[in-house]
């Protein structure tokens, strides 16, 4: 069975809590997950999947430093020709997920855009705009 690697950063539990809503659709729509927090996620995460969703907060108009040390640990990883996107909270701008959507460009993935981007903690409205993100993804590898 197909399988997507969803990798977040979080400081206050708002993109962990989108990570989670997009698992969720994800595997509403047959794939498995592995599902990771960027602290303890590992290139090794990365073998044998079939696509990346990348999820991280805005930090001052910027990626945060977790998800950038990832990213610069899984460069040399083959992720050429995968499926990948990006999702991220914010509370002014939104800077995160376009810098984690052109970085799966440069890794040479098929990425999906938009990536999704939730002000603030998401409700449950935003909540089910996460899951419905995770099916779209799903659906591009299916």
Not at 43 to 61: F, N, Q, R, S, V
Not at 84 to 112: H, N
Request: include cysteine; glycine fraction near 12%; proline fraction near 4%.
């Amino acid at each position: 069975m197909p399988k997507i690697a969803i990798i977040y950063g979080t400081q206050a539990g708002s993109t962990e809590m989108i990570a989670v809503a997009v698992e969720e659709g994800v595997k509403k729509a047959g794939l498995d997950t592995i599902l990771k927090n960027v602290t303890v996620a590992k290139p090794d995460d990365l073998k044998d999947i079939d696509g990346l969703i990348l999820g991280a907060p805005t930090y001052h108009a910027d990626l945060f430093d977790g998800m950038k040390n990832f990213l610069l640990r899984i460069r040399d990883t083959n992720l050429k020709g995968k499926v990948g996107s990006a999702f991220g909270s914010y509370g002014w701008s939104g800077e995160a997920v376009e810098k984690m959507i052109s970085t799966l460009k440069y890794f040479g993935m098929k990425v999906v855009e938009p990536g999704l981007l939730i002000k603030n903690q998401p409700d449950e409205s935003g909540l089910d705009e996460c899951r419905r993100f995770g099916e779209k993804i799903a659906k591009k590898i299916k």
